[in-house]
Each structure stands twice: as C-alpha cells, then as structure tokens.
C-alpha cells in the first residue's frame, strides 16, 4: 500500500520551494516600496500594499503559471522604468521604450498578440491544429505581459508628469479597457489549463478582440490614450480595490458569455466536433459566473461604500448603482435558475448571452446614454 | 382505473408553499431588475415643471400617479421590495432546519439497500481484515480533512460515513440572512417615517419659496429624526443650522442639532488647469453659539460628527461683490458712470432707452481657455455677423483672469445673457476687452471684441464711439477727410465737397446701424455687378473717414491722436467692428469690471443613516455566504466494510465535473488501500 495516501496534506506540503522564492520576492518587494513611500500612503494604501502580498502569493500558490508571468511583468516594468531616468521625454527618445515597452507601446503590443491569438485559435479550431491552438495560447500569455507590462509603465509615467497627478492606470475608458482585455484573458486562460481544451479560445477571445477594437479607435480617433489628472471624486485609495474587482467581475461574466455562445454552437451541432463536450461547457459558464458573482457582489458593496464616504449615501439609485443591482440580479436569478433545473442547458446559454448584454450595458450604455454621479469615462 | 387526485391545500399553506418557493424568488429578482431601469431611463427627482414640459400635462399626470419621477421610494416598488424580504425570510425559514440537519448529519445510517441504489459506487474485493480496512480509510479520509464517523454494523462489518465541505450549508443561510438585512438597513435609512407621516397627514411638503425661518412646523422634520439626507448651501462667512431634504416637487425642513459655518471654500488645481481638490474649511458650533469643532471636508473626505455626517457636495458664487463702470453706448458721451452689483442680487438701471434690471448671476475669479484664431476677415457677406467666441477650437490653455455673467432684464421683462472678462484679451497680438452676449440659456456666447486704444484702455474707442454719435464732429471730420485726401488747393474746392458731404452721409448711415445699415445701403443704390467693389472702396473711405473722426474727437478731449500707421489703422478697423456689433448686442450699456470681492458658497449634504452598520453587516455575510456556496462543494461518502469486500458510495449536493474527477480519484485510491 502507498503510504502518501494516509499522509496528511496541508497547504504547505504542496508548496514547492519556488513558491516560497515567489512568496519572498512579492514580501520583500512589497517591503522594498513600503519602506520607500510610506510617508506618501495613507493607512488604507499601507493596508492595500501591504494585503497585496499575500494575495498574489497566494494567486501564484493556487494557479502556477501566474509566477513566471508576474516575475515578467516585473522584469519589463523595472527595465523600462530605469531606462526612463527620470525623463518623461525619452519615452520617445530610446529605441526599447518607443517601439516596446512605454507604456503605450506595451499596449500597442498587446493588441497585436490579442488579435493574432485570435486568429490562431480560429485557425487552429478550423483546421483542427493543436500547434495552431498551441500559438494561441502563447500568443494570449505573451499579450497579457505586454499588457501589464504597459500598465505598470503608465503607472511610473502618470508620476513623471508630476507627483501630484500620479494614480493607478485603472482610472478611465481607455485603461479600464486594457484591464478589460487582461482580466478576460487571463480568467480564460486559467480554464484553458483547468479543462485541457484550447477550442473555446476561439470564441471567448472574440470578446477580447472587440475590445481591442474599441482600444485602438479610442486611441486613433479620439486622443484616449493621454494621462489625465483625478478628478476629486476619484482620489481615493478605494479605487485601488473597487474597480478590479469590477473588472474580474465583468471578465469573468464575459468568458461565461462566450463560453455559453460556444455551447449554443455545439448543441446546434456547428463545430461540435470540435469543441468539447456540453458537460464541460455547462460547468465552466457556471464556474465563470460564479467567479464572477463573487466578485461583482465584492466591487458592489465596496463601490457602496466608497459612495458612503465620496457621495453622502451608500445607495442613492445612481444610474450606475441601479444598473449594478440589475446586473447582480440577474445572475442571481440565474444561478437559482440552474439550482433547480427548472430550464435546462440552452436556456442557460442563452440567458448567460443575454447576461452579458446587460453587463455590457452596466459597464457602457450608462456612462454613455445616462447620466449621473459615476460619469468617469466619456466617449 | 385511477382517478387523478389532487391534494388541495388550505389557502394559507398554498400562499406559504408559493412565496417560499425558488420560482417565485427568481421571478422577483426578474421583476425588481426590470422595474429598476425604469428609474434610469427617466430622470430622477427633477423640477416637476421639466416633466410637464417633456410629457405634457396628460402623460406627466399619469407618470406621477405611477411615482415614475421617484421610483425608488414609490409605493408599489417599496411593495415588492417587501415581497423580496418575506420570500427570502420565508425561504430561510423553510429551509433553515433541514440544513442545519443536513450539516450536523453524518447520515451514518444509510442502507446496504440505499447505498446500493447510488450512481457513483464502486466494489472492491480485499482479503484484508475489516479493522485494518477500516483504519486504513478513515486515516485516509482524516488526511483530506474530511469529518467521519464509523458505525458497526449488523452482519459484524463497518459503515464508515464521511463528508467534507457542510459550510457550503452555512454559506446558504448566510447568504439569505444577508439579502433581509441588507433591505432591513435600507428601509431604516430610507424615509419611510416621513412616508407614514405625510400618508397620516402628520406631515406634508413645502411647495413655495420662502425663507427657512418662514417654513411651518409642519414641514419641518426635528432633531429626533433618526434618518435624514438634506442639503443646504452656505456661502463663505455664513452658517446654517437646518437642512433642506427634495421630496417630490416640494421640500422639508430637517433641523440640525448645531450650527455649521464656512470660513472658507478653496479650489486646488493641477499644473494643467483641471481641478484637483475642493476644500472647505468649517466650523461647528452648539445651538448656544460655543465653538465645538474646526474641521476641513473635502471630497472622499467627510466629517462626522455627533453621528452626521457632512460632506462637501458643491460649490459656486456665495454673492461676489462686484464694482463696475456703466459704459452708455448709445449716448454721444465718453465718461462712464459707477454700479456696484452683488452676485445673486440685482441692480436697477435707468438709460436713455428705458429701464432695465440687471441680474447678477455668476462670477468666476478664472477661466481657463483654449485660445482660438481671430476674426475672419470682413467682407460684405459677414459685415452682420457678430464674433465667434475667441477662444473655441484653438489649442493652447491659458487663464484668461476673471468673468461675471449677468443678465439684463428690460421692461417687458425680455432677458439676455452677457458674460463679460475682466481683463483684455489678446488675439492676433492686439488687446481687446470681451462681452458675450446670447439670447437664450442653451446659445453658445458671442462675443463683441472692445479694442483697446494707444494709452491700453478702452477710453479711445469710447471717445470713437460717442464722436460717431456726434452730427457736428462727423461733419468735421467728413471735411477733414476731404482735405487730406484732396489737398487743399482751390481748384478741389468743389470736389472737396462734394466728398465730404458723400462722407458725412456714409459715417451718418455707419453711425446709425454700422455695417449692416451701409451694406443695405450699398445694395439698394450700386447696381448688383459692381457691389463688391463699391463695398471695398466704401470700406476703405470709411475707415480713412473714422480716423479723422478719431483725430478730431481726441483733439477736442486735449489729447494726442494716435500717429497714422498700422497701430491706428488695426485699431480704426477694429473699433468700426466693435461699433458695428453694438447694433447687435441688444444693450444699452457695456459693464466694465473694475474690482471684485470674491465670496464663494459651498453645497453640503448632511447625512445620518444609523442603518448603515446594519447594511455592511448584510454585506459582510453576504460575501461570506456567497463564497461558501459557490466555492465550497459539499460532498459526502460511505465506505462500507465488510470481510471479502469493500463498497465505496460516493453523493454530492451539486454534481459537476469536478465532483466526477474526484469520484476517479477516490476510487483509484481505494483501490491501493484495499490492497496489502
């Protein structure tokens, strides 16, 4: 008999030795920044930087690949920060900063692999070729570096333009729908490995790829990209955590979309052949919606209180907030809907397509059709 | 044969079985999420007037009776809202004691009949002992943490029972708890006394206009009113110790337990111009007048203080006093007289064209614009087209200092809007004085461009202005014209004349409806084909004509006229503008800012909301409760001992991929542990 099997397992019996080297670097970084800007950080940015360990110790801990992405992202963003000496002005004046990685040449690039992961997959999924859906896979990894890469820059540049208007990219239109691209990618990516099946990259990276499109016309046509100071309303350190657990939220909701436009395909018997069961489909839209109710009800509930202390009230049926309840009820609604098998898997799928249109709505039509206190990206 | 029975349930039973039920919960949720757009689609609260005028009176009728302008607080959302708590009370009430049973419970009696009947099972046979089988597992359960008890059963084997993951079961009541308490908090905060209150007749709302002092009792909400969120704007030096709460198209009084004073309302600025802080520095003071507290709250930044809570919500004009000099512009003198003006206030004027109000509306002690491109060049076509504002479509951000806005209300009660700068204006390197004019609140402004003469005020062009208003100096300067341009001899005595009468009719056409009235004129006496070149001659005279007029103005006041040369001529052609414009402007008078005493007002909402704990409590557990049934998979297992032969039961609340995975894992394993 094999003894392992009566051998307890705690957590940190599965912890190789490289996690505790990943664990140590985020502490000792974190220290490293704490020690640095500690006179500049409130209690709740100590707070927020000192959680911020832990949690992506405990992020890499549970999901591997996200340590060789984040040693990555932290390798390009110091490279690119000390390249910068100070001077806002070499962004365009050295060779890896103005075709690589200032920030909006990381962003620039990770559009590129976005749409080119796309179309791997779509290739790969057509052609039924593994090596085609392996590229897409590596072509998202590569996309999400570049990504944070960018963002992380932009961060460093918004305090070269001066201190005083310095904050976290994660403040309008334009960066939010960067994050919007990494978050989705990344939560597909997690399935992708969880489930062994790369055919639904295809579909659920259509949602990136849209988003991409709107990035680049942002940029193009209307001048987006530029860094803007705070408004008052917006400089809190509430921000730092409210907006990403939206964000996880409105990814997350978006891979079930897809995933659940994937599973219309296959029940009509388009493509089934070549995408991956029903069962596994159904299991990861709900496992997404799921994620994704999590941490919807989260950023709700801190977007309340961070109201409570900017706006004079947790709840005033704010346009926002009004459409932040109809989004949360409708998942509501839908996971006591699959609780009691009163309808069955297509109906599912199509009311997680339709979850995402109100999602959409929540995220979009409100600041552009609506009005009210929560006006922080314009079109 | 069978008849088909149906049980009928008594009434109460029936209305207990419905709303407790799991349909009827997401139909709610579906009805809430639907009548909540409705909210966002129609503007909230707004003045009922807007609403009268986007509907009209019959519709606007219907939508109040819905409460379609207050959704949130109408009565029938308020009902379903409480259908939303029964339901889910309900539901925990149903179903609370079966999960409580469900977690404490090992269901350690389950059948060999039962066990048998499950999916997920698998036999073993083993030559081992059944008490080393049975440690053998239930070390093996005990190391993935899952809970076990082990029953001897009757034909001598063992049942071991084991589970993992009953939170899951808490995370269930959790979670519904949450979503009661959270409405509990919110109906606490909500102002659901007030709506009980007005519905008895108790209370009602103040429709009028009226001091604070003058409201009744009872529209006044006291200080024992536990929940309340008003707003009241104080400007800087002032205090206030009420607040002002909109209900529907009126408003209440709510009064505060102590006196809250601005000192001082600041505006921080990023090096780029935009807004970065709002401050207001505040004081509080007891009902007797003592000093309690000095405090800063600024936005993301309130004070609380005796459990309210005020935060800075807006801010604008308190009532900037303001000195100006009143150009008359239609009377041939060139001395302006004094007003002094109070932002909110109004001031009355008397002019040669009848009397006039003058209503003070804003100041702002900046303005930061883009500074655009000049005036297009003048021909005939735009010869009555008032300027562009200066400052659109350009590029380049610049302070252009201080601004007022007033408007000027005329005896029938007609009103235009003006907003007037401060200080001159440069564009295309000359200086100017700026006035907007439009006639209606959702115009763009129009600007009128006052040049600035050779000493850098506006006293030549006004000198310009009232010469042209003049018949005895247009005349001179008509003849002063002549001579220059013909020289003095006697030969040109007639053509001399001749000119200068052509002359003095055109300043005298100019003089009484500029640009306009000479372009009219030019059109009713030259022929079609030779228009344009008349005009450029016309305009040509004209500006060579005002300069003389200019000379003779300025020598009459004792002061030197400006040399001939491009400055003068630039500044020739821009009072004929300025002058032209006047025609346009619609007012009697060109009010010049000389001094200003800012005072600034800052908005504040005051808040008490004793619910809030009990909200993010709510909160609190639902999180919690969410989390532990979406991620904690409850499972259970039974691993039945007998001598020869091992059966391994596996069941789960939800059945998904994961769970399958975990039945091949598990049977794998007990396959090694039934092995020697």
């Known amino acids: 008999m094999d003894l392992v099997l009566t051998q307890p397992q705690p957590l940190l019996k599965r912890i190789s030795w490289l996690d505790w080297l990943f664990a140590a670097a985020l502490a000792l970084g974190a220290g490293y920044a704490y020690s640095q800007y500690v006179d500049h950080l409130s209690y709740y940015e100590r707070a927020v930087l000192i959680g911020a360990a832990p949690t992506f110790a405990w992020l890499g801990w549970f999901w591997k690949p996200i340590k060789p992405l984040m040693a990555g992202i932290a390798v390009l963003s110091l490279f690119a920060i000390s390249l910068y000496h100070g001077n806002l002005a070499r962004m365009d004046q050295t060779f890896f900063l103005q075709y690589l990685i200032s920030s909006q040449a990381a962003i620039m690039w990770m559009c590129t692999f976005l749409v080119l992961a796309t179309v791997s997959y779509w290739v790969g999924l057509l052609g039924r070729s593994e090596f085609a859906l392996q590229a897409g896979t590596w072509l998202t990894w590569t996309a999400v570096l570049m990504g944070f890469t960018g963002l992380m820059v932009r961060w ?19 960066e939010v729908f960067v994050l919007f691209c990494l978050v989705t990618s990344l939560i597909y990516l997690y399935y992708e490995g969880r489930y062994a099946t790369r055919q639904m990259g295809a579909f659920v990276l259509l949602v990136v790829t849209a988003a991409v499109g709107f990035i680049l016309w942002y940029t193009f046509d209307r001048q987006a990209e530029d860094i803007q100071p705070l408004v008052p309303a917006l400089q809190s350190w509430w921000m730092k955590i409210h907006v990403p657990a939206n964000f996880i939220g409105y990814g997350a909701f978006s891979v079930a979309a897809m995933t659940g436009v994937t599973y219309l395909f296959a029940s009509k018997g388009i493509l089934a052949s070549r995408l991956p069961k029903l069962e596994v489909m159904e299991d990861i839209m709900y496992k997404a919606i799921s994620v994704g109710f999590v941490f919807f009800t989260i950023a709700t509930i801190l977007g309340a209180m961070w109201a409570a202390q900017a706006w004079g009230g947790y709840w005033s049926w704010d346009p926002k907030e009004t459409w932040a309840l109809i989004v949360w009820l409708n998942y509501a609604a839908w996971l006591h809907l699959r609780m009691i098998n009163w309808v069955r898997g297509p109906a599912l799928a199509w009311w997680a397509v339709g979850g995402l249109l109100v999602t959409t709505f929540a995220f979009l039509g409100v600041n552009m059709f609506l009005s009210g206190l929560h006006s922080y990206g314009h079109l | 044969m069978s008849t ?19 349909r009827f919960a997401v139909s709610l949720l579906t009805v809430i999420a639907i009548a909540s757009i409705i909210g966002t689609v129609l503007k909230q609260g707004q003045p009922y007037s807007d609403y009268v005028f986007q509907f009209g009176t019959f519709w606007f009728d219907v939508f109040r009776i819905l409460g379609l302008y207050d959704v949130y607080h109408a009565g029938w959302f308020l009902v379903i809202l409480a259908f939303l708590v029964v339901s889910t009370s309900l539901c925990i009430y149903r179903n609370s004691p079966a999960m409580v049973k469900e977690m404490r419970s090992f269901r350690e009696h389950a059948t060999d009949k039962s066990l048998a009947a499950f999916h997920h099972k698998r036999e073993y046979a083993s030559d081992l002992p059944v008490a080393v089988l049975a440690q053998r597992f239930e070390a093996y359960l005990r190391a993935r943490r899952w809970r076990l008890r082990t029953r001897a059963a009757e034909d001598g084997g063992l049942l071991i029972a084991a589970k993992s993951g009953s939170l899951s079961r808490l995370g269930y009541i959790f979670a519904h708890s949450a979503i009661v308490l959270i409405c509990l908090g919110g109906l606490i905060d909500g102002n659901i006394i007030f709506k009980a209150q007005q519905l008895l007749g108790i209370k009602k709302i103040e429709m009028r206009d009226i001091p604070e002092n003058q409201v009744p009792a009872i529209s006044r909400l006291s200080m024992s009113n536990p929940s309340f969120r008003g707003n009241v704007t104080i400007p800087e030096g002032s205090s206030a110790n009420v607040v002002f709460i909109n209900v529907g198209d009126g408003y209440l009084v709510q009064d505060l337990p102590f006196t809250l004073a601005l000192r001082r309302f600041h505006i921080e600025h990023y090096p780029t111009g935009q807004p970065k802080a709002f401050d207001s520095d505040i004081s509080i003071y007891s009902p007797a007048g003592k000093l309690i507290k000095n405090a800063t709250v600024s936005v993301n930044h309130p004070l609380i203080y005796d459990g309210i809570a005020i935060y800075q919500a807006s801010f604008g004009d308190g009532g900037s006093k303001l000195a100006l000099k009143v150009w008359d512009l239609f009377a041939p003198k060139d001395q302006p007289g004094n007003m002094t003006g109070v932002v909110h206030g109004h001031t009355e004027l008397n002019t040669d064209m009848g009397k006039y109000r003058v209503e003070f509306t804003t100041f702002r002690p900046f303005n930061v614009e883009a500074m655009g491109k000049g005036p297009p060049p003048l021909t005939l076509k735009n010869m009555r087209v008032l300027g562009g504002n200066p400052t659109q479509g350009g590029e380049g951000m610049q302070n252009v200092g201080p601004s007022f806005e007033y408007k000027l209300r005329d005896a029938q009660g007609q009103a235009r809007e003006y907003s007037n700068f401060m200080l001159p204006i440069q564009i295309e390197g000359r200086w100017y004085m700026m006035s ?45 014209f002549a001579a220059t341009a013909l020289g003095g001899g006697a030969a040109n005595a007639d053509m001399r004349s001749k000119l200068a009468d052509s002359t003095a009719k055109m300043l005298d056409i100019f003089s009484q409806g500029g640009f306009q009235a000479l372009g009219q004129f030019i059109q009713a006496k030259v022929p079609k084909a030779q228009q344009d070149k008349a005009a450029e001659t016309y305009l040509k005279v004209l500006e060579l004509a005002s300069y003389s007029l200019l000379q003779s103005a300025d020598e009459q006041a004792g002061v030197q006229p400006p040399p001939p040369g491009p400055a003068a001529g630039w500044f020739v052609r821009d009072s004929l503008n300025a002058y032209s414009d006047l025609f346009i402007y619609g007012a009697p008078v060109y009010l010049q800012l000389t001094h200003y005493d800012q005072v600034q007002s800052s908005g504040f909402q005051l808040t008490r909301a004793p619910g809030k704990n009990v909200v993010y409590l709510g909160s609190l557990l639902l999180v919690i409760g969410i989390a532990l049934m979406l991620f904690v998979r409850e499972r259970r297992m039974w691993v039945r001992l007998r001598p020869g032969s091992v059966l391994l039961a596996m069941s789960a609340a939800k059945k998904t991929i994961d769970f399958e995975r975990e039945f091949a894992e598990h049977s794998a394993s007990a396959e090694k542990l039934v092995k020697d």
Not at chain 1, 162 to 170: A, F, T, Y
Not at chain 2, 5 to 21: D, H, V
Not at chain 2, 459 to 475: G, I, K
């Open chain 2, 436 to 480: 907007g004019m439009r006639t209606a609140p959702n115009q763009p402004f129009r600007y009128v461009r006052f040049p600035l003469g050779p000493n850098d005020t506006l006293a030549s062009f006004m000198r310009l202005r009232a010469a042209f208003l003049n018949p005895q100096l247009r005349t001179e300067a008509a003849r002063r």
């Open chain 1, 156 to 174: 460093y540049e918004s305090y070269l333009i001066s201190p005083s208007v310095g904050h976290i990219p994660i403040s309008n239109l334009y």
């Open chain 2, 4 to 22: 088909p029975t149906r049980t009928i349930q008594p009434p109460g039973k029936a209305l207990y079985e419905l709303l407790s039920s799991m």
